[in-house]
T-cell receptor, first 116, second 108 residues
Framework: GAVVSQHPSRVICKSGTSVKIECRSL??????MFWYRQFPKQSLMLMATSNEGSKATYEQGVEKDKFLINHASLTLSTLTVTSAHPEDSSFYIC????????????FGPGTRLTVL | GQNIDQPTEMTATEGAIVQINCTYQ??????LFWYQQHAGEAPTFLSY????GLEEKGRFSSFLSRSKGYSYLLLKELQMKDSASYLC?????????FGAGTQVVVTP
């Protein structure tokens, strides 16, 4: 149980285009979903926290107009990287949590974005 | 501010034991997670400690001291497949703050 999927797993796009990444909780309803970014040999950096039906909360330094998050249902959140540039190339990982005593997060398999 | 420190890399031989230390300074602390991450893959859950003491789960054990802001992950009977990055993460105000990860290299 507690499986999270992401689509696509890899995407290559041209500079200036927009890319949408989907995150789904397959067998549970997630109260909260998180979006992380990981550069090579670095740790996961939280970008934003989203709850179904409400606006996402962005971490300091993350541009909300560039990284659009839509949390349409309890099982789906999307991250759109708008006007992507080469510096946005990274590994994007989502996670979903079930409300519990310690709010364990279940991670998706990640999306490798390469912007040319 | 929030700060989580762990060593960058550790090397050990197959069958040996390795201990990965993690120190943290975070507010709103509600437990410490350890994750394993292979290159290009998402992290997988290993352990969670919220109370002081040792939690043992097969070959992996995790320890927490809240008063010292300190945790360690102990990997016993190392196998080649244990070569990976191990991430320490503090549950702080319902969000995870990750350390930079410790790359464990297991040699034959």
């Amino acid at each position: 149980g507690a499986v999270v999927s992401q689509h696509p797993s890899r995407v290559i796009c041209k500079s200036g285009t927009s890319v949408k990444i989907e995150c789904r909780s397959l067998d549970f309803q997630a109260t909260t979903m998180f979006w992380y970014r990981q550069f090579p040999k670095q740790s996961l950096m939280l970008m934003a926290t989203s709850n179904e039906g409400s606006k996402a909360t962005y971490e300091q330094g993350v541009e909300k107009d560039k990284f659009l998050i839509n949390h349409a249902s309890l099982t789906l959140s999307t991250l759109t990287v708008t006007s992507a540039h080469p510096e946005d190339s990274s590994f994007y990982i989502c996670s979903a949590s079930i409300e519990s005593s310690y709010n364990e997060q279940f991670f998706g398999p990640g999306t490798r974005l390469t912007v040319l | 501010g929030q700060n989580i420190d762990q060593p960058t890399e550790m090397t050990a031989t197959e069958g040996a034991i390795v201990q990965i230390n993690c120190t943290y300074q975070t507010s709103g602390f509600n437990g410490l997670f350890w994750y394993q991450q292979h290159a290009g893959e998402a992290p997988t859950f290993l352990s969670y400690n919220v109370l002081d003491g040792l939690e043992e789960k097969g070959r992996f054990s995790s320890f927490l001291s809240r008063s010292k802001g300190y945790s360690y992950l102990l990997l016993k009977e190392l196998q080649m497949k244990d070569s990976a990055s191990y991430l320490c993460a503090s549950n702080s105000w319902g969000k995870l703050q990750f350390g930079a990860g410790t790359q464990v290299v297991v040699t034959p």
